[in-house]
């Protein structure tokens, strides 16, 4: 039985990433110039592999990462692979929520639990799930061997945790800006368990997937003291 390559992307660079802010579903943000430059970077240093079909979050910043990295190809855009909707958080920095109640909530509890005007991670996942399973429904009717999916850390990071074996840690689901992990779809694993199985990193010759932009690294870091102190 024939095997396919998924190969999950993650978007450049934006500015929203570089000061550490929340940029979700309603926030279509264009690359940084330095998003630019790195993932130019990444394809001179590293391998992104040759595919027969790339899909796409309808996010500028995807879109405009597809054309860096595949310029050749012709983009099919999943609307279900946007990232989650914070809602009244998007935009903003851990830093300014971090006092909220609503926030330390959600925090808390995000897989039932959703930000003000936002989807929770349960509602998220669903509609990720209901999105890979249309792509992997088309690769597997059209035979496409390789196809790379361009999305969100957040898009990965559920399918990842949910839909993929071997169950990685915390760690290794922060997928850093144009990079991410190939993973394997067998046609009986999926049909019969929705599982795929994580095969490498992306882009092929890296050492890591998470290599995380410095003020994403250090809002963590100050939320994670913070609830620290609390306890």
Same mark, same amino acid.
């Given at each position: 039985m024939k095997n396919y390559r998924l190969h999950l992307i993650r978007h450049g660079m934006t500015e929203a990433n570089s000061r550490g802010a929340y940029?979700?579903?309603?926030?279509?943000?264009? #690359?940084s110039t330095q998003g630019i430059r790195e993932l130019i970077a990444l394809k001179e240093e590293y391998d992104y592999p040759p595919v027969g079909a790339v899909f796409c979050s309808p996010m500028t910043r995807c879109i405009q990462t597809a054309g860096v990295l595949y310029p050749q190809a012709e983009l099919q855009v999943v609307p279900a692979l946007a990232e989650i909707d914070?809602?009244?958080?998007?935009?903003?920095?851990?830093?300014?929520?971090?006092?909220? /109640?609503?926030?330390?909530?959600?925090?808390?509890?995000? #897989?039932? /639990?959703?930000?003000?005007?936002? /989807?929770?991670?349960g509602e998220f996942c669903q509609r990720v799930a209901a999105g890979l399973s249309s792509v992997l429904a088309?690769?597997?009717?059209?035979?496409?061997?390789?196809?790379?999916?361009?999305?969100?850390?957040?898009?990965?990071?559920?399918? #990842?945790?949910?839909?993929?074996?071997?169950?990685?840690?915390?760690?290794?689901?922060?997928?850093?800006?144009?990079?991410?992990?190939?993973?394997f779809a067998t046609p009986q694993l999926w049909m019969r368990?929705?599982?795929? /199985?994580?095969?490498?990193?992306?882009?092929h010759g890296a050492a890591q997937a998470a290599k995380l932009d410095p003020a994403f690294a250090a809002a963590m870091e100050e939320l994670t003291a913070a609830l620290g102190k609390e306890e």
């Open positions: 940029a979700g579903r309603r926030t279509d943000v264009e #690359l914070f809602g009244d958080f998007d935009g903003r920095t851990i830093g300014e929520l971090q006092e909220r /109640e609503d926030f330390r909530k959600w925090i808390g509890n995000s #897989l039932q /639990e959703a930000p003000p005007g936002g /989807e929770s991670m088309w690769v597997m009717q059209e035979q496409v061997t390789d196809t790379a999916i361009v999305t969100h850390g957040g898009v990965i990071r559920a399918i #990842l945790s949910s839909m993929a074996l071997p169950r990685l840690d915390q760690g290794q689901l922060l997928v850093g800006n144009g990079r991410g992990y190939t993973c368990d929705h599982i795929i /199985e994580v095969a490498g990193i992306l882009p």
